[in-house]
């Protein structure tokens, strides 16, 4: 994936800086009314913008599909490239079958044309599978839970899958826990920068939601393919296997089963996300 590239398409992909001005192409508002879910018209130019850059011997990867606002948004015009898609069902009231229904009749209305390939589960399970995709990725897209341990994963495990230059982009990057998580990240290896970050001036900022960050990832001989995985990520992955993700879901569950509990979550999990609990 050419990084220069794709931050002069981010620049013409906009009618004046993009922090402060809507994308020229009125499609990405239009898929924003049309299909339900949390990525703002900003955010899905960028995401296209880095879907048609994409090389073909890469894929594009997302985690956290909801009823797929993000990846009908990024496909648009590429019928060309491989998208996988990583969704567990879980929060938001994702659960059930309904969701499932909800998001496959969502790729069908508006990414019928893209070869999109659903993967269901933990991505902090199935991206310790072999195979389980059939080229580097070229772009991530993280928009799945949101606490610093997933952040620090969601760098630390895709890793290995990245291409050998990659583009991932966060999303809720301006929620401090996100950032701190990908500075710590960054911290510790080298081979990662922020790019750029389109940051929301406030919650729910109707130009970038909750902020977007582009991070560059950039394979040295310390990085190499087949490196073995580093301490910092070790620990937390067993943390979040043993403890920390078992938790986040029993806390879904209950608050799919008890809506009474959302004025609780609400206040443990203060986002725009919480908000929308419902
Ligand atoms: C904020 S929503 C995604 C919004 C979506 N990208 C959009 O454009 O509307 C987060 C989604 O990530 C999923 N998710 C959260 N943690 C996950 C995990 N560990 N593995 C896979 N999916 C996850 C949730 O079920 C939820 O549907």
């Not at 220069?4 to 508002?29: H, K, N, T």
């Not at 130019?45 to 990867?61: F, I, Q, S, T």
């Not at 490239?81 to 969701?99: I, S």
């Not at 403890?243 to 809506?259: E, F, R, S």
Request: negative net charge; proline residues 5%; hydrophobic residues 40%.
């Amino acid at each position: 994936m050419d990084l220069a590239r794709f931050l002069d398409g981010v620049e013409e992909a906009f009618a004046g800086d993009p922090q402060d001005s809507e994308p020229i192409d009125p499609r990405y508002g239009q898929l924003v009314q049309d299909v339900a879910g949390y990525t703002s018209a900003a955010e899905l130019a960028v995401l296209n913008v880095a879907a048609r850059l994409l090389p073909p011997d890469e894929c594009y990867l997302e985690v956290g599909s909801y009823k797929g606002r993000s990846m009908c948004g990024a496909v648009q015009g590429v019928d060309d490239r491989v998208f996988y898609v990583l969704e567990n069902y879980l929060e938001f009231g994702m659960q059930g079958e309904q969701a499932r229904q909800e998001l496959h009749d969502n790729l069908a209305r508006h990414a019928a044309h893209a070869d999109v390939r659903l993967l269901e589960g933990n991505c902090f399970e199935l991206l310790r599978r072999p195979g389980l995709l059939d080229r580097p990725v070229g772009v991530y897209f993280y928009d799945g839970e949101h606490t610093a341990t997933s952040h620090y994963l969601a760098l630390g495990m895709i890793e290995p899958w990245l291409a050998d230059e990659a583009l991932v982009l966060v999303d809720d990057a301006t929620y401090p826990m996100v950032s701190d998580a990908h500075d710590a990240y960054i911290a510790r290896h080298p081979q990662w920068r922020v790019e750029r970050r389109w940051d929301a001036r406030s919650n729910d900022d109707p130009l970038w939601a909750n902020g977007l960050h582009a991070l560059s990832f950039r394979r040295d001989a310390a990085s190499a393919r087949g490196s073995a995985e580093t301490f910092d990520v070790r620990w937390r992955r067993l943390a979040y296997a043993g403890a920390l993700g078992p938790g986040q879901k029993a806390a879904w569950k209950a608050i799919h089963t008890y809506p009474g509990l959302v004025p609780l979550a609400k206040k443990l999990y203060p986002s725009k996300k919480a908000s929308t609990i419902d």
